[in-house]
């Protein structure tokens, strides 16, 4: 096939119909140009003169050089002489992958598409590691709208070239809002290629709209290689950035590797789990402070949260994302006191939206040193602009610095019964 001239807008319209947006659709044409610029040179090239129109007068006919000059004489549009020349280097050696792929790009560009093609294949069969010719068969292939195959091809150019990532990418973002190309895309995802991580983050971050997003994290899902590690994370982290708690927090359960992940918080016993960002513990990395999960002092076979800090950054130490629906809830841990004031750091529920604080909970004036002692707060979470809250671990500041440790454990956040109503 010739290299048409698409516009964005026409490269939409080529691989997916109406459905993609524009904006998409100079994704792709931006990636097909990309792919253009492989085709032509490839990787892997190594050829025996820099300049190899002076080679051939010299009398240097070597495949190599023969191939190059053919390559040069496309790049010419003298189609007739790219012809010839890739011949003559055939003639010579019948299976170099360079003369092949320039073979193709002569036909192609005489008109010859089908011939083109099955020169484009047989030279794939030859050589997977010729990138020029997975490009031009990748372009072939999406315009017939044969995806199995060209995702194949993408694949092929994923793993040897991560320099090409963001335009394949690109590629494979606007596939996932086809379902045909989303399914052609999924196998490839599912043999875990050293891409897919870095794919599926970009998905997540992309233009692309929420159901295509959501419906090819659920196709790597249910496939033989679920959604595990930071892939769990991709898309909750976007949807919490938007302020949609409920939704990131629906996506989550929905994975078979997330279901178990999510609580109220989630390890709130501090057994140092690891969850799934944001609905898992987010150490914020202050400086005047150090937390660490360790054995609870005390308590043998218990974990605990030990917090050493300053008190004078009046920071927050650490959080983690919850969703909890409109009602009456109750926030409840408990503290050790060990060196210094432990008022000076404690819990606090903050809708997430404007920063309002529900409740707070920590260490009291009774509370004595070197002794496990409970507390509770209720709080309420309104109907209207609460969509999702921070449960937020912080300091108060003082006029100096000072050294002290606290211990938390058992910290649960669970809905109560309302309150009785004041006679």
């Known amino acids: 096939m010739r290299f048409p001239a698409f516009s964005g807008a026409d490269a939409a319209q080529a691989l997916f119909g109406g459905r993609s947006t524009l904006v998409l659709g100079l994704a792709l044409f931006a990636t097909l140009t990309l792919l253009r610029a492989v085709v032509v040179t490839g990787v892997g090239d190594h050829l025996s003169a820099d300049q190899p129109q002076s080679s051939l007068a010299l009398g240097d006919s070597s495949p190599e050089v023969l191939a190059s000059a053919a390559l040069d004489s496309w790049q010419a549009k003298n189609y007739a ?6 011949m003559a280097a055939l003639d010579r050696s019948p299976l170099n992958v360079h003369a092949l792929r320039t073979r193709g ?7 010859q598409a089908a011939r083109a093609e099955q020169v484009m294949q047989f030279a794939a069969t030859r050589s997977w590691r010729d990138d020029g010719v997975q490009g031009w068969l990748l ?23 991560q320099e090409l990532w963001p335009a394949l990418f690109l590629l494979f973002e606007v596939g996932a809002g086809d379902d045909r190309s989303a399914r052609a895309i999924m196998p490839r995802l599912a043999a875990q290629p050293l891409w897919r991580e870095t794919f599926l983050e970009a998905l997540s971050l992309s233009r692309q709209k929420d159901p295509a997003i959501e419906k090819m994290f659920e196709l790597v899902d249910r496939g033989p290689t679920p959604l595990e ?3 769990l994370s991709d898309y909750p982290k976007r949807l919490v950035r938007e302020g949609r708690f409920h939704d990131a ?26 969850g799934a960002p944001p609905f898992a513990w987010q150490k914020l990395d202050k400086p005047g402070a150090s937390l660490d999960m360790d054995s609870a002092p005390g308590r043998p076979g218990a974990s605990a949260l030990r917090v050493e800090y300053d008190a004078y950054s009046a920071d927050d130490l650490m959080r983690q994302a919850l969703a909890p629906s409109p009602g009456d809830y109750l926030l409840s841990g408990e503290v050790f006191p060990e060196e210094g ?16 604080i529900l409740a707070t909970g920590g260490a009291d004036a009774s509370a004595a040193p070197n002794i496990w002692r409970r507390f509770a707060a209720r709080f309420s979470v309104p109907a209207q602009g609460c969509d999702g809250v921070w449960l937020v671990l912080t300091e108060t500041r003082q006029d100096h610095g000072s050294s002290n440790t606290v211990w938390f454990t058992n910290l649960a956040i669970q809905p109560a019964a309302p309150a009785a109503a004041a006679k």
């Not at 002489?81 to 890739?86: D, F, P, T």
């Not at 790009?105 to 008109?111: F, K, Q, R, V």
């Open 81 to 86: 002489r790219a012809s010839k020349l890739s």
């Open 105 to 111: 790009l002569a036909l192609d560009s005489e008109g």
């Open 139 to 161: 372009r072939d292939e999406i315009v017939k709208h044969q995806f199995d195959q060209a995702f194949l091809h993408a694949d092929a150019l994923a793993r040897r070239r």
């Open 229 to 231: 590690g930071p892939e």
């Open 249 to 274: 927090l629906v996506a989550l359960q929905s994975y078979r590797g997330g279901r178990a992940l999510t609580g109220s918080p989630f390890d709130g016993g501090f057994t140092d789990k690891t």
């Open 341 to 356: 004031d432990a008022r000076l750091i404690g819990w606090q529920v903050r809708c997430a939206g404007d920063r309002r």
